[in-house]
């Protein structure tokens, strides 16, 4: 089961200078991911619980965007 990923970048002083100017000090972008994949043998669709799951919904996959910018 892959629960939860983060990537994280932060763009440097000299990037920052050279397109926006020196306007922002720093720049972070960061994604995650949640619910990604599950890797097991059972087939329904709620591996985390087991047995019988009818009527039950699966966890959605989400992916999440963000930005931390410093002025």
Do not use: C
């Amino acid at each position: 089961m892959l629960r939860e990923v983060s990537l994280s970048y932060s763009l440097t002083n000299g990037v920052l200078g050279s397109w926006l100017h020196n306007k922002i000090k720093g720049l972070r972008l960061t994604l995650t991911g949640s619910n990604l994949m599950y890797i097991t043998g059972y087939s329904g669709v709620f591996p985390e619980v087991g047995g019988i799951d009818n009527g039950r919904y699966p966890l959605p996959r989400r992916l999440t965007f963000g930005a931390q910018i410093t002025l």
